[in-house]
């Protein structure tokens, strides 16, 4: 079993940044890929970010250059970086965590970018 939960969500301005928490408890030693993803109103969840064991990211286009993936092992934290916010990132943002027999889902945060 693999315990997420997600932080820093908040209300920001077009063009601020805010980074995400993902906290990461339990089967640590297990976990292929680490990943965030987002859910609009309306729409699907989509895929922000993954990072593998060795280091490889993924990234969404429309994120590419302005959000960055991270992790610090020794906190068991996996981070997600944001910048130069759109009002169209606006959405729950949920962590997720895939081991080789199941998928870990967070309760997700809350991003909202207005002015």
């Known amino acids: 079993q693999v315990q997420l939960v997600e932080s820093g969500g908040g209300l920001v301005q077009p063009g601020g940044s805010l980074r995400l928490s993902c906290a990461v408890s339990?089967?640590?030693?297990?976990?292929?890929?680490m990943g965030w993803y987002r859910q609009a109103p309306g729409n699907e969840r989509d895929l922000v970010a993954t990072?593998?064991?060795?280091?490889?990211?993924n990234y969404a286009d429309s994120v590419k250059g302005r959000f960055t993936i991270s992790r610090d092992n020794a906190k068991g934290t996996v981070y997600l970086q944001m910048s130069s916010l759109k009002p169209e990132d606006t959405a729950v943002y949920y962590c997720?965590?895939?081991?080789?027999?199941?998928?870990?889902w967070g309760q997700g945060t809350q991003v909202t970018v207005s002015s």
């Open positions: 339990g089967s640590i030693f297990s976990i292929t890929v």
């Open positions: 990072m593998t064991n060795g280091g490889s990211t």
């Open positions: 997720k965590a895939s081991t080789l027999a199941s998928r870990y």
